[in-house]
């Protein structure tokens, strides 16, 4: 099956900070990747739509200048949390669907922000 | 009103029983759905997914789908402690918009 990775799987960071977190399909290419958020036992709260060559498509409610999305290629998507505050602390999930598919969606393996 | 809604739970069922999970979704425009399995800190992996009216079998796992009642079900034979995660629920149009619902933690006790 498709591949979807995610780094760091773990971070930690002072709040004020800036941190950014990549999603890679290893396997196939993907035109839209999808960023989520995922609060502890809550479900996938869906906070953008990342496109290759062109900008992000946000849901409403989620700051784009904070949560500043670049899809520079056909297999990686960045999300960078700027000046993080321990609020935005989560379970950040990146997920694309392989182009031509029948819409299964992967996921990457979860990036954990613990804001201090 | 959210777009997939589910049963939170905790459900809780014995080894060997029959698991019954349950979505509604109020989007028409939903063609696909999708149950996902999610365990304690991982990222969500694909169960099965399901297009037409009826009943998707696939192992242990059995999806149904009913567009006219706007239903998806997911069930689950000869549950095993291993099965014990939360269960996603998902609908996608034709834009590969894809929403989540809340999702229903399980627990199969040995």
């Known amino acids: 099956g498709a591949v979807v990775s995610q780094h760091p799987s773990r971070v930690i960071c002072k709040s004020g900070t800036s941190v950014k977190i990549e999603c890679r399909s290893l396997?196939?290419?993907?035109?839209?990747m999808f960023w989520y958020r995922q609060f502890p036992k809550q479900s996938l709260m869906l906070m953008a739509t990342?496109?290759?060559?062109?900008?992000?498509?946000?849901e409403q409610g989620v700051e784009k200048d904070k949560f500043l999305i670049n899809h520079a290629s056909l297999t990686l998507s960045t999300l960078t949390v700027t000046s993080a505050h321990p609020e935005d602390s989560s379970f950040y999930i990146c997920?694309?669907?392989?182009?031509?598919?029948?819409?299964?969606?992967?996921f990457g393996e979860g990036s954990r922000l613990t804001v201090l | 009103q959210k777009e997939v809604e589910q049963n939170s739970g905790p459900l809780s069922v014995p080894e060997g029983a029959i698991a019954s999970l349950n979505c509604t979704y109020s989007?028409?425009?939903?063609?696909?759905f999708f149950w996902y399995r999610q365990y304690s800190g991982k990222s969500p992996e694909l169960i099965m997914f399901?297009?037409?009216?009826g009943d998707k079998e696939d192992g242990r796992f059995t999806a149904q789908l009913n567009k006219a009642s706007q239903y998806v079900s997911l069930l689950i034979r000869d549950s095993q402690p291993s099965d014990s995660a939360t269960y996603l629920c998902?609908?996608?149009?034709?834009?590969?918009?894809?929403?989540f619902g809340a999702g229903t933690r399980l627990t199969v006790k040995p």
């Open positions: 989007d028409r425009g939903s063609q696909s």
């Open positions: 990342s496109n290759e060559g062109s900008k992000a498509t946000y």
């Open positions: 396997d196939f290419q993907a035109t839209t």
């Open positions: 399901i297009y037409s009216n």
């Open positions: 997920s694309a669907f392989k182009d031509g598919n029948t819409g299964e969606l992967f």
């Open positions: 998902a609908g996608s149009n034709n834009n590969n918009d894809m929403r």
